[in-house]
């Protein structure tokens, strides 16, 4: 790795490895199985059976007033996200900034880390309960229950990142788990997002995800409210919000009662834990291949599949 000067700075400059090295079969088959995660997600399906709702049910538009709670407290849970990522999974000691209820909020996430250890089944059934807690009380309680469900699953992706070799103490390794957040959707039939192909959605956030790693790089005090982190947050946000409306209108089913949601919050969990799976593997292999040759073959696997 490589040292470049910014304005005054000295930042890493991963190198690739050389061109031309084919991908050994196991990782080819490793790829292919990424690729039908990424580009085929399934959350509606997975959504419909867990609540016992109709398909067409939930990928229906939700009521205005509802659309809007809904993308308040997606915001709230990426801004949560955010500062968790960046204060908590690295392994050095950065400080939130920003309002006595934001470093609260932050701190407890490092906390229910530690409490948590490294099991997925356990924050599947921690996501579970707040579900439970969203089946019974519904709407009302989105904004306290989407940043504590977000906040489990983020720590989820976070240990999946280390199984595949990534370093949580470099920032843009940090903010790659919260990127797996915007990956939740597709176009088609399940979003009406345009561009929302794995490479498209990467490529689109490629320079707000820059910008923000650069930012916390080499700072002990990081403010939520700077124009790098904003901007990163409105980006995944937007693209979180459309499963987010699908998981609402899951637990909106007027009998679900605590069991479906519960059910529909562990679906929910797995359906992440699956793209942060298939996201890392991709990135894992990056690092051995280089990127353009991943990229290659991942859209020869895409039309392989009849994905393209």
């Known amino acids: 790795m490589n040292d470049l000067a910014v304005v005054g700075e000295t930042l890493p400059v991963p190198i690739d490895p050389p061109a031309g090295k084919p991908l050994s079969e196991e990782d080819r088959a490793v790829l292919r199985r990424a690729v039908t995660v990424l580009e085929k997600p399934g959350l509606a399906s997975r959504l419909s059976a867990a609540a016992g709702a109709?398909?067409?049910?939930?990928?229906r538009a939700l009521p205005a007033p509802i659309t809007e709670t809904v993308a308040s407290a997606t915001e709230g849970a990426m801004r949560t996200a955010l500062r968790v990522a960046l204060a908590t999974l690295p392994d050095k000691d950065v400080k939130p900034a920003g309002t006595a209820l934001e470093r609260i909020e932050t701190e407890a996430g490092g906390r229910l880390s530690r409490l948590l250890g490294s099991s997925e089944t356990r924050h599947k059934a921690l996501?579970?309960?707040?579900?439970?807690?969203?089946?019974?009380?519904g709407l009302a309680t989105l904004a306290v229950e989407l940043p504590v469900s977000t906040t489990l699953m983020l720590r989820s992706i976070a240990e999946i990142a280390r199984e595949e070799g990534e370093d949580l103490s470099d920032p843009e390794s940090a903010l790659a788990c919260v990127q797996v957040f915007a990956l939740g959707g597709r176009?088609?039939?399940?979003?009406?997002?345009?561009?929302?192909?794995?490479?498209?959605?990467?490529?689109?956030?490629?320079?707000?995800?820059?910008?923000?790693?650069?930012?916390?790089?080499?700072?002990?005090l990081l403010d939520a409210g700077a124009p790098p982190l904003v901007r990163l947050t409105a980006q995944i946000a937007a693209r979180f919000g459309l499963v987010v409306s699908q998981k609402v209108a899951a637990q909106a089913v007027p009998v679900i009662g605590a069991l479906g949601g519960a059910a529909v919050n562990a679906a929910f969990m797995d359906h992440f834990q699956s793209m942060a799976r298939a996201h890392f593997a991709v990135?894992?292999?990056e690092r051995a291949y280089g990127?353009?040759?991943?990229?290659?073959?991942y859209l020869e696997e895409k039309a392989a599949l009849g994905l393209g």
């Open 54 to 59: 109709p398909l067409d049910m939930i990928g």
């Open 127 to 137: 996501a579970a309960v707040t579900g439970a807690v969203g089946g019974v009380l």
């Open 187 to 220: 176009a088609g039939a399940e979003t009406t997002v345009a561009d929302s192909g794995y490479f498209a959605v990467r490529a689109a956030l490629a320079k707000t995800m820059s910008e923000a790693a650069r930012y916390a790089a080499h700072r002990s």
């Open 283 to 285: 990135r894992r292999l």
């Open 291 to 297: 990127k353009d040759a991943v990229h290659a073959a």
